[in-house]
């Protein structure tokens, strides 16, 4: 049985480079850029306005939903848990405060 010689493979350059690393010697501020002028912001105030808004629609829809509790729990009341306040007013609300904050996001 004879042993395999495994010949190692030699990678000879002709050139040399060297890579110096390059550093900066003046500071820059914490969340700073490179330019001095300040990034605008992507919304405004009257964004943030209009979602504050479509906030609240969803918060009242929310409430408008709320409730329902039965005043004997032996009796069973159709027109307090399905009535026109929790299954009309209340989703077109929710999807009032939805679309005012679609508009102010896109506006």
Do not use: C, H
């Amino acid at each position: 049985m004879s042993k395999s010689k495994k010949k190692k493979k030699v990678v000879v350059t002709t050139q040399k480079s060297e890579v110096k690393p390059t550093v900066s010697k003046r500071k820059v501020a914490v969340g700073a850029t490179a330019s001095s002028q300040p990034k605008e912001m992507m919304f405004g105030r009257e964004n943030y306005m209009w979602m504050i808004g479509g906030a609240a629609l969803m918060i009242l829809g929310l409430i408008l939903m709320s409730g329902g509790k039965m005043p004997d729990p032996n009796t069973w009341d159709e027109s307090i848990i399905y009535s026109a306040r929790r299954m009309v007013l209340a989703p077109i609300v929710m999807l009032g405060g939805l679309g005012v904050t679609a508009y102010a996001i896109f506006k």
